[in-house]
């Protein structure tokens, strides 16, 4: 008999105060799996960007809207998936510019698009970007480096 997996389900607004309740979820999700307090973190602040990326640039001055998380939760890692159905982008150049914040710049020169994405990638073991039908973030955290080592560590997209 195979074990199934659990998946969680949120729908918040998209407003900047309903995106700590998907931190929340998400840091009790990965808890229950048995992740450690580092990849709990990093998982955290995944979704946080994940979630302001679409409070943002998801949906147009005073438009309403939602964001959709779904958590699959696994014995092995927990893929979790953020999704607007607002405005889209084009992955394939937003990802050409992915690189960490230049420190040799003035704090003011600093320009902050993309880092939200770069910091994703950074955090996160598997990362793929849809942009068919608004946006959807997929990302995977690995309980063990067992899994992460089967992959490449790059954001894919699928348009």
Do not use: W
Request: with cysteine.
């Amino acid at each position: 008999m195979t074990e199934m997996n659990d998946v969680i389900q949120l729908t918040l607004p998209a407003k900047p105060e309903f995106v700590s309740i998907a931190r929340l979820t998400s840091s009790g999700a990965a808890s229950r799996l048995g992740f450690s307090f580092d990849a709990i973190e990093d998982i955290k602040v995944a979704v946080s960007e994940a979630c302001t990326n679409a409070v943002n640039h998801g949906y147009k001055e005073n438009e309403v809207g939602q964001i959709r998380m779904v958590m699959d939760c696994d014995v092995q890692a927990i893929t979790i998936t953020v999704m607007h159905d607002g405005e889209s982008f084009n992955a394939d150049e937003a990802l050409k510019k992915l690189h960490p914040i230049d420190t040799t710049l003035h704090l003011e020169e600093v320009n902050e698009g993309g880092l939200g994405l770069f910091l994703i990638d950074t955090l996160m073991d598997r990362v793929s970007i849809s942009t068919e039908s608004g946006v959807a973030v997929r990302m995977t955290k690995f309980l063990t480096r067992d899994g992460v080592e089967q992959i490449a560590d790059k954001v894919s997209t699928t348009d």
